[in-house]
Nanobody
Framework: QVQLVQSGGGLVQAGGSLRLSCAAS????????MGWFRQTPGKEREFVGA????????YYADSVKGRFTISRDNAKNTVYLQMNSLKPEDTAVYYC???????????????????WGQGTQVTVSS
């Protein structure tokens, strides 16, 4: 069993930066692929990015590529989402997820994840 607790987020002006954190409790965090998704009211959860447990592979959505960076610190059981050059369209509730299946581009799909964080609001004002 893995529990994910998110922190960070809030209100920022367009062009600003925020960092989200996702801390995991439980066993074998380093064996889980970690991903970030976001969701706005009435829409499906949208893939943002995912990183393999080995930290060797990372995928990003085209909409955030070059602006967002996922990093993980397995010693601290924490994964981060650094968001730079934020845009109003980045406004959403952001979720982290952990998946135990072999890492691949399929991690763009929410169904691959076994555990989810509680979500955190990010609001970007214009």
């Amino acid at each position: 069993q893995v529990q994910l607790v998110q922190s960070g987020g809030g209100l920022v002006q367009a062009g600003g930066s925020l960092r989200l954190s996702c801390a995991a409790s439980g066993r074998a965090f380093s064996r889980y692929a970690m991903g970030w998704f976001r969701q706005t009211p009435g829409k499906e959860r949208e893939f943002v990015g995912a990183k393999s447990w080995s930290d060797l592979s990372t995928y990003y959505a085209d909409s955030v590529k070059g602006r967002f960076t996922i990093s993980r610190d397995n010693a601290k059981n924490t994964v981060y989402l650094q968001m730079n050059s934020l845009k109003p369209e980045d406004t959403a509730v952001y979720y982290c997820g952990a998946g135990s299946r072999p890492f691949s581009s399929d991690y763009r799909l929410p169904v691959l994840y076994d555990y989810w964080g509680q979500g955190t609001q990010v609001t970007v004002s214009s």
